[in-house]
């Protein structure tokens, strides 16, 4: 990882803590956000305002992870942990393959979502969302 994607994502995060302590995301807060991510943070906060956002929670354990609308026409649903992996095609195409991106718009309406607590929740069994994960 270069300097630069460090010292941006150290950035992101910063961000991310503060939007989380407030539980709101300012205007200058998704500027930051958008200067550091480009077209994908206004694609996530696209699907943010569309609600297309969802916590899926495993009982009894509370491992969690989300359900995040695509903008296309079929309305697919990507899991995501926000930090770490997407299983859009973006993500493995323009993230891990080509390392033009940091992180795909679903992880960033995920973490919006979670940083500001607006998101559907869902509960599923633990094995539930074992199957979910077997799927990956």
């Known amino acids: 990882m270069s300097a ?7 950035v992101a995060d910063a961000v991310w803590t503060e939007i989380k302590s407030t539980g709101r995301a300012s ?6 956000l958008e200067t550091l991510f480009g077209k994908n943070m206004l694609r996530a906060c696209k699907i ?3 609600r297309g956002v969802r ?5 009894p354990s509370g491992r969690s992870l ?6 296309s026409k079929r309305k697919e649903e990507y899991l995501c942990f926000p930090e ?4 859009c095609y973006s993500f493995f195409y323009d993230i891990v393959g080509r390392g033009e ?3 795909c718009k679903h992880q960033l309406a995920a973490r919006l979502a979670e ?4 998101h559907q929740e869902m509960e599923v069994t633990d094995e539930e969302l074992a199957h979910m994960l077997a799927k990956l």
């Open 4 to 10: 630069a994607t460090s010292i941006s994502l150290a």
């Open 55 to 59: 916590r899926v929670t495993g009982a």
């Open 66 to 71: 989300f359900l995040v609308m695509g903008e």
């Open 27 to 32: 205007d200058e807060h998704l500027s930051i």
């Open 101 to 103: 991106q940091l992180c």
């Open 84 to 87: 770490h992996l997407c299983t």
């Open 115 to 118: 940083a500001v607590g607006e």
């Open 48 to 50: 943010f305002d569309e």
